[in-house]
């Protein structure tokens, strides 16, 4: 699996220059006052997130990418790193897409080495994900996506396949502010519990919201910034958080 990685590493780079297309070529950074994924609370620390990206087709629906998240402080005594590698397929109506996650906040040992991807000790987890928005004029956009491998494991050493699912929808779009409304629920395929919420439940809503985003004017500049609001009742708590796309 490491030199899976390393051959993944390489094909991006040697496909920009073998192709010589350096508009293919993107990259872009946001800052967030914490970090909220599908109910979860990753951090509550500030973070800055980045991602590099290879389109590998001239209309930019397949890419690869890397993936990077870094807390600007300590959250309860850890500080949150992670990097993830991807692989995705998004043409806007549709998507799927397959994610190397290796959030190592707080590990030690195995799980800490970025090369070990052994089932029972890995700190990766491989997620297969996807989406599909049901027509243009009724944009109800449909997520879903499943953990295969790794870091996911219940008490037994089985794996759980956590799996996700949201129903996401914009209430409100091109005005001064746009709304989205969103649900998710967690649940495991194999009947085990799942890690998006309460570990002794199979299934449960996980992710109840809202997005408000719209452009600021900053120095002739206009930045996309977003505040969302979560619940997540499974694990009883709620989150703010605000974001702002730099570039």
Not at 180 to 192: K, P, S, V, W, Y
Request: proline share 2%; glycine share 10%; with cysteine.
């Amino acid at each position: 699996m490491k030199k899976v990685i390393i051959l993944l590493v390489a094909s991006l780079f040697s496909a920009s220059l073998y192709s010589q297309k350096a508009e293919r070529l993107d990259f872009n950074l946001d800052v967030k006052s914490n970090h909220l994924w599908r109910g979860i609370k990753v951090t509550d620390a500030a973070i800055t997130a980045v991602d590099i990206n290879y389109a590998l087709d001239d209309k930019k629906y397949l890419k690869l990418g890397v993936w990077g998240g870094a807390g600007l402080s300590d959250a309860d005594g850890v500080h949150y790193h992670e990097i993830d590698y991807y692989l995705n397929y998004s043409t806007g109506k549709f998507g799927i897409g397959i994610w190397d996650v290796f959030n190592s906040t707080g590990f030690t040992g195995e799980k800490a080495d970025i090369w070990n991807y052994d089932q029972d000790t890995t700190g990766h987890r491989l997620d297969l994900r996807g989406y599909v928005v049901f027509a243009e004029n009724f944009p109800l956009r449909l997520e879903y996506g499943t953990s295969f491998y790794g870091n996911d494991l219940n008490g037994k050493g089985d794996q759980r396949f956590s799996s996700y699912a949201e129903l996401n929808y914009p209430a409100i779009k091109g005005k001064a502010v746009d709304l989205n409304i969103f649900c998710g629920a967690g649940f495991g395929l194999t009947g085990d519990s799942h890690f998006y919420g309460n570990e002794k439940n199979n299934f449960d809503i996980v992710n109840v919201g809202i997005t408000a985003s719209k452009n600021i004017n900053a120095l002739g500049y206009k930045l996309p910034v977003s505040a969302t609001v979560v619940w997540n009742p499974s694990v009883k708590q709620a989150r703010i958080q605000i974001a702002a796309s730099l570039f």
